[in-house]
């Protein structure tokens, strides 16, 4: 059982930065990798990005160059850092964990956080 926890989210300018934090809570469960799914009004959810306990990192396309991700292993936390942030970053930020060495592919997830590029 794993409970996840987001925050950090807020308001953006456009090309401005924001930082997510995710901490998880677990009792047996081996985390091996967390990371982070978005969904934007309308639009269906979809990855942004994953790091496993061995530090190997994904990105989707939309965010390559832009957002980086990092872990503390032995905190279960993981972060997200967003810089030169645009309009089509709107959207609630989901933090997720799992037990297999897997960027993009989580068992378990916060309530979500939300996060708002505006001028």
């Known amino acids: 059982q794993v409970q996840l926890v987001e925050s950090g989210g807020g308001l953006a300018q456009p090309g401005g930065s924001l930082r997510l934090s995710c901490t998880a809570s677990?009792?047996?469960?081996?985390?091996?990798?967390m990371g982070w799914y978005r969904q934007a009004p309308g639009k269906a959810r979809e990855f942004v990005a994953g790091?496993?306990?061995?530090?190997?990192?994904k990105f989707a396309d939309a965010v390559k160059g832009r957002f980086d991700i990092s872990s503390n292993n032995a905190n279960n936390m993981a972060f997200l850092q967003m810089n030169n942030m645009r309009s089509d970053d709107t959207a609630v930020y989901y933090c997720?964990?799992?037990?297999?060495?897997?960027?993009?592919?989580?068992?378990?997830w916060g309530q979500g956080t939300q996060v708002t590029v505006s001028s």
């Open positions: 997720g964990a799992g037990s297999d060495y897997t960027q993009d592919k989580y068992d378990y």
């Open positions: 790091v496993t306990s061995g530090g190997r990192a």
């Open positions: 677990t009792d047996r469960f081996a985390i091996n990798a």
